[in-house]
Nanobody, 128 residues
Framework: QVQLVESGGGLVQAGDSLRLSCAASGRTFSNYAVGWFRQAPGKEREFVAA?????????YYADSVKGRFTSSRDNAKNTVYLQMNNLKPEDLAVYYCAAKEGRLTLRQYSDAGTYTYWGQGTQVTVSS
């Protein structure tokens, strides 16, 4: 079992930055790919970003956040980060991290059904 806890959400103004953290416990986290998803009020959960586990540390982003968001990980701390810059009102959502052991295909990274473990979510609110 892997437990995931997100933190770092909050209320910011458009143009500001936030860094979300996803802290894992329970098992060796370095073998897990991690995805970030978000769900805005009245909308479906959508893919935001993902990071692989292996040494190449590939990252993947939704078009809506490409160039503004960056995912990274510190396996020594069992933590994955989502740096969010130039936040926009449309980024308002609950953000979730999710983890899946092993190597994923490109399509799997953006599919919420791929992931085995999920955090409880952290609220990000962006005012205009």
């Amino acid at each position: 079992q892997v437990q995931l806890v997100e933190s770092g959400g909050g209320l910011v103004q458009a143009g500001d930055s936030l860094r979300l953290s996803c802290a894992a416990s329970g098992r060796t986290f370095s073998n897990y790919a991690v995805g970030w998803f978000r769900q805005a009020p009245g909308k479906e959960r959508e893919f935001v970003a993902a990071i692989s586990w292996w040494s190449g540390l590939s990252t993947y982003y939704a078009d809506s956040v490409k160039g503004r968001f960056t995912s990274s990980r510190d396996n020594a701390k069992n933590t994955v980060y989502l740096q969010m810059n130039n936040l926009k009102p449309e980024d308002l959502a609950v953000y979730y991290c999710a983890a899946k052991e092993g190597r994923l295909t490109l399509r799997q990274y953006s599919d919420a059904g791929t992931y085995t473990y999920w955090g409880q979510g952290t609220q990000v609110t962006v005012s205009s």
